[in-house]
């Protein structure tokens, strides 16, 4: 099914504007009318969310309507393979630096994201319990001897190969971790931890919910940037792991908020 057949029923105002942005990079353009039609809602909650949405930097505002900005039209986050290619040795430092706060016996989390997906392939001969909703980083800890793996199940996000949903969240709401390793699209001192997607915010909130430990993997490119929802206060963030391309003022910044910071190296 495409977005556009998708029924018209009451959203949360998070979810609605969720979907209006897969309906502007799936259409390519949409009106104010048609989006009145399909939610349900007045024009005015319509031009505020596009202008909203316009602030974030996720869509282009036109006479009428919204068009794609051009750089998002895969739908405004990038899928795994695009991602995977983007700031890749900083994501590999990063991983590195992370593989230090996980010690044999625990029980982790690992978010889904491409630099997670790094650090499990350095876990290879830990013995440890590895919680994942990622179905690549899955793949990659199956062939470990000594790492127990447990898939949450869930709706599959398409292109993105992670798990989402209520079913994701029930099963996450059972257990408890000592530590979750999160991916973030971008990380600032006002809104903290954010990503474009309403249901992986959800997930990540329950994720650092459930864990005594939340440690950020964020290279320097997403510091001092914010997406579309918020899944954590800067408060909420134990650790914060980047590349030495981190900007002096975004460091002094988080490390007066009380977050650990350390700077990855080669």
């Given at each position: 099914m495409n977005p556009s057949d998708n029924p018209s029923h009451?959203?949360?105002?998070?979810?609605?504007?969720?979907e209006i942005?897969?309906?502007?990079?799936?259409k390519g353009k949409v009106f104010v009318p048609d989006l009145v039609a399909h939610f349900n809602v007045s024009p005015a909650t319509i031009r505020n969310d596009l202008r909203e949405l316009e602030g974030f930097h996720l869509i282009k505002r036109t006479h009428g309507g919204a068009i794609p900005i051009e750089s998002e039209k895969v739908?405004?986050?990038?899928?795994?393979?695009?991602?995977?290619?983007?700031?890749?040795e900083q994501k590999k430092m990063i991983a590195k630096s992370a593989l230090n706060y996980?010690?044999?016996?625990d029980i982790i989390i690992l978010d889904t994201g491409t630099t997670t997906l790094e650090l499990a392939k350095m876990l290879k001969n830990m013995h440890i319990t590895v919680i994942v909703n990622d179905i690549d980083i899955a793949h990659v800890l199956e062939e470990y001897e000594h790492v127990q793996v447990v898939l949450i199940g869930g709706n599959v996000r398409?292109?993105?190969?992670?798990?989402v949903g209520p079913f994701a969240?029930?099963?996450?709401?059972?257990?408890n971790v000592d530590k979750v390793f999160l991916a973030v699209n971008g990380f600032s001192m006002t809104r903290g931890g954010t990503t474009p997607d309403v249901n992986q915010a959800e997930i990540?909130?329950?994720?650092?919910?459930?864990?005594?430990?939340?440690i950020l993997l964020a290279d320097s490119s997403k510091i001092g940037k914010s997406s579309f929802v918020q899944f954590a206060a800067p408060s909420q963030i134990t650790t914060l792991i980047t590349d030495p391309g981190i900007d002096s003022s975004h460091l002094?910044?988080?490390q007066s908020l009380g977050i650990e910071v350390v700077i990855s190296e080669a």
């Open positions: 009451i959203l949360f105002a998070e979810e609605r504007k969720n942005i897969k309906l502007v990079n799936f739908g405004f986050e990038m899928v795994n393979q695009q991602k995977s290619v983007e700031h890749i996980i010690e044999e016996g398409k292109k993105f190969r992670s798990t969240l029930k099963m996450l709401s059972e257990i990540k909130k329950k994720m650092i919910e459930i864990s005594t430990n939340t002094e910044q988080l």
